[in-house]
């Protein structure tokens, strides 16, 4: 849009056209308002003391006290270092905590009108739900890059070349996309269900029973089956071999299947829930 805007002797403010006028339906259009979209909760997390707090300093002090709880023990009785499976485990209890966080703040955008303002707008529909997932994702890349930087002070290394190295972070972008779209659609559901409250039950069943925790052969033996197959274990046995090599197709394969699935269940009551508390909002 040109820079110069007119007043007329009447008073009278007269804008000049746009010189890049979208179709607020097109595909332009929703890229360009989910870039915005995601550029704005960008900026709110990074000012928000507690989704820091969730996102970053909670999962690094976390790794911390399992290494110094547990790290000796396991290392002793697996014959391998335990930072190998606690560096992955925390980065994806980053990720899912820190979905926890926004969907507080979706809640409280849809409860202060906020959804509704931007619903009235010409901006494209979908631009809300897809510049949040866009957020997501560079949130969990940047709690992923920390908690790996912590873990590699304390141990952790990459052994498998450049290659491994990218697809270890490109695990848990994976993992917290299907995440986030369950959380999402939790968000949007009308009433005050306790949203916290359920979520981190999941999330610390989760954390306490997967591979990345204790090995697997750890638990009893009619539990194995479950712990070894559930979204957590399936995403640390991929990082887990991705840094110290090991098996990837099979533990990956198994990521793809629970993120795509998660996608794939939620993604329309996620559509539908987000548009409704925009237009209700």
């Known amino acids: 849009m040109s820079d110069t805007v007119e007043s007329r002797p009447n ?19 929703l890229w360009e308002h989910s870039r915005l979209q995601c550029g704005r909760l960008l900026l709110r997390w990074a000012r ?22 547990l790290g000796d023990s396991i290392t002793a009785a697996t014959g391998q270092s335990s930072i190998f499976g606690t560096v992955p485990m925390i980065v994806l209890v980053g990720a899912m905590f820190g979905s ?8 409280a955008e849809r409860d202060s009108g906020l959804l509704g303002r931007f619903y009235t707008l010409p901006i494209h529909r979908s631009a809300g739900l897809v510049g949040r997932l866009m957020a997501e994702t560079i949130r969990v890349f940047v709690t ?15 052994t498998q070349g450049l290659g491994a190295s990218v697809l270890l972070f490109v695990v848990p972008l994976i993992f ?25 039950i999941v999330c610390t069943m989760l954390m ?4 990345g925790f204790v090995p697997v052969m750890a638990y009893p033996t009619w539990l194995q089956p479950i712990v070894a197959n559930q979204p957590m274990s399936c995403a640390i046995d ?17 990521t793809l299947a629970w993120s795509l699935g998660a996608v794939a269940v939620f993604l329309v009551p996620a559509i539908r829930g987000y548009r409704r508390a925009a237009r209700d909002g």
Do not use: C, W
């Not at 008073?11 to 259009?29: F, I, Q």
């Not at 928000?48 to 110094?68: G, N, S």
């Not at 306790?194 to 979520?199: Q, S, T, W």
């Open 100 to 107: 926890v966080v926004s969907a507080v703040g979706l809640r």
């Open 48 to 69: 928000d003391p507690v989704t820091l707090i969730q996102a970053l300093i909670y999962p690094a002090l976390t790794l911390v006290m399992f290494r110094i709880v």
């Open 176 to 200: 917290g996309i299907g995440f986030a779209m369950m959380v999402t659609v939790l968000a949007t559901v009308p009433g005050r269900i306790p949203l916290v409250e359920l979520v981190s």
């Open 11 to 29: 008073g009278t403010v007269v804008y000049p056209a746009a010189d890049h006028a979208r179709d607020e339906n097109s595909l332009p259009a």
């Open 238 to 254: 991929t990082m887990r071999a991705l840094a110290i090599g090991g098996p990837v197709a099979e533990p990956f394969v198994k």
């Open 208 to 211: 306490f029973f997967n591979s």
């Open 144 to 158: 992923s890059l920390v908690i790996v930087a912590a873990g590699m002070v304390m141990g952790f290394r990459f």
